[in-house]
């Protein structure tokens, strides 16, 4: 007898039925209703314009997705979980640390990407600063966390060994973290591209999906804005994807891991 839910394709049949249904009641809906394509183009409209796009869209992606949100997404990460180690060594910047970083976490983009502009300039550094910005706090939040996650019994345990602190933390409380910091990171790569994208409307050069959305608008080029769409989503979705495999190899021993 076949089990059910195993291997990939079972796994993926809905998610992919699903999108092809949706695609095929957006084309439906547009054609029957004749519904301008100023206001909703069509899926058919949207595939046509990537395809014939392609070279601008690749330029785009390579200067947010990859120079703006990626690099402020390890930049913004590794600070992060240097901070949390800082943190976990040091009470009074726990005490301090954490309240500014929740404070700085409620602050609206909009707000941050024109001083990051200012400060960095309009190429994609300044927009790596925004990501920098969004992605930290919820990467040290979770990483503190996890730090936190082992048991006295555990930590006894270590003690009674003479292991050092750093012995201890890479040995024990940093693996038990893991799952955390995953979980930490995994937000942060939904964030990083947004990041990237509104900050770009606040001034870049002219190249990069927010400068191309921002540019449509005025145009009324709607089959080029959601074809940038498009681009972000999968970008996003894949590098969401890519981080969530590394989860899998790297907490294999951890229950969320196992399958059922």
Known sequence: MIARGRGPLPRWLVPA?????????????????????VILPAPSAIAARIAGSGPTLWADFVQTG??????????????????????????????GLLPVGNFVAALPIVG????????FGFDWQSKAAVVVVMVFFPVLVNMVAGLKATDAMQRDQMATWHASYWQTLWKLRFPAALPFLF???????????IGAIVAEFFGSPIVGMG????????????DMIWAEIAVAAVAGSAFYGLVAQIEKRVTFWHPSQRRQ
């Open 211 to 222: 400068f191309r959305i921002n540019a449509s608008i005025g145009q009324l080029a709607l």
């Open 66 to 95: 990859l120079k703006g949100a990626l690099t402020g997404w390890l930049i913004g990460c590794a600070a992060a979980v240097a901070a949390a180690i800082a943190v976990d060594r040091s009470p009074f910047l726990q005490r």
């Open 112 to 119: 941050i990407a024109p001083i990051m502009v200012m400060w």
């Open 183 to 193: 979980n930490g990171l995994k937000i942060a790569t939904t964030l990083a591209l």
């Open 17 to 37: 039925l699903f999108g092809v249904t949706l695609l095929v009641l957006w084309e439906l809906v547009v054609r029957l209703f004749a519904v301008s394509p």
